[in-house]
C-alpha cells in the first residue's frame, strides 16, 4: 500500500519565507529572501501563460491563513502541485452565466506521476471547493496527500488513475460533502488509518458510501 515521502517545508508557518517555491511574489527581506505577503485572497487563471509555471505555488505562498485561492475556470488547466503548509481555502470559479466565455470548469492537473495536492503535517483546515482534480497517471504518487491535517472537499470532484490511492490520508479528518471520488487503481480508492475521523455526506446531508 502507498505511503508518501516525508513533508519537506517550503515556508515557516507565521513566519518568513525559507526559499523553495513563491519566489515570484512577496517582497525581499533579510538576505534576499521574499516575505509572504499574507494576503487575504489572490485570483489565478491557469490559460493565462503570462504569470509563468508556478502561478499557483506563488499564490498559496502569499496568501494569509485561511486566505482563499480563487482559480478562474476559463479553459486552463493548472499544471501544477499544489504544496499547502498552512490553512487555506481553494476554490474554482463558477460556471459563468453566457456560454461562450471559457470551459465553466475550473480543473488541476499535475505532470505524470506527481501528487495533486499535498498537505503538510499540522495543518488544520484546508478547504477545496468547486474544483476538478485529475491525476490521469499519478504512477506511485497518490492525488491528494494529507498527514495529521484536516482537509474537506466540498462540490469536488477527484479523478484518479495510477498505482497508489485517490486519497491518502494519515491522521486528522477528512470531509467530503457532494463530492465523487473516481479511482482506477489495485490499490484503496480513499486510504484513511484508524486514526482519521471521517465525514463523507452529499448535499442533503445523507451519509455517503
Known amino acids: 500500500t ?3 515521502s516525508a513533508w519537506k517545508p517550503r515556508r515557516g508557518h507565521g513566519g518568513y519565507g525559507q526559499g523553495g517555491y513563491g519566489q515570484g511574489g ?9 516575505r509572504p505577503l499574507y494576503l487575504d485572497s489572490i485570483t489565478v487563471d491557469c490559460a493565462d501563460g503570462r504569470g509563468g509555471g508556478s502561478q499557483l505555488a506563488d499564490a498559496i505562498y502569499n496568501l494569509a491563513d485561511n486566505g482563499v485561492l480563487y482559480i478562474r475556470s476559463r479553459g486552463g488547466v493548472c499544471r501544477e502541485t499544489l504544496e499547502i503548509d498552512h490553512p487555506v481555502i481553494i476554490a474554482g470559479e463558477g460556471p459563468p452565466a453566457f456560454g461562450n466565455v471559457g470551459s465553466g470548469v475550473a480543473k488541476l492537473s499535475p505532470p505524470d506521476g506527481a501528487p495533486c495536492i499535498r498537505i503538510a503535517p499540522g495543518v488544520k483546515g484546508v478547504e477545496i471547493r468547486d474544483l476538478v482534480i485529475e491525476a490521469n497517471q ?3 504518487s ?6 495529521d491535517a484536516d482537509v474537506a472537499l466540498i462540490r469536488s470532484s477527484v479523478r484518479y488513475q495510477g498505482d497508489a490511492s485517490a486519497i491518502f490520508v494519515q491522521g486528522g479528518s477528512l470531509i467530503m460533502r457532494n463530492s465523487v471520488v473516481e479511482a482506477r487503481t489495485n490499490d484503496a480508492a480513499i486510504l484513511a488509518d484508524a486514526g482519521v475521523h471521517a465525514e463523507l ?3 442533503s446531508g445523507q451519509p455517503q458510501r
Do not use: N
Request: hydrophobic content about 20%; glycine content about 24%; proline content about 8%.
Open 2 to 4: 502507498y505511503r508518501p
Open 201 to 203: 455526506r452529499d448535499e
Open 138 to 140: 499519478g504512477g506511485r
Open 142 to 147: 497518490a492525488c491528494i496527500e494529507a498527514q
Open 26 to 34: 512577496g517582497y525581499p527581506g533579510a538576505g534576499g529572501v521574499r
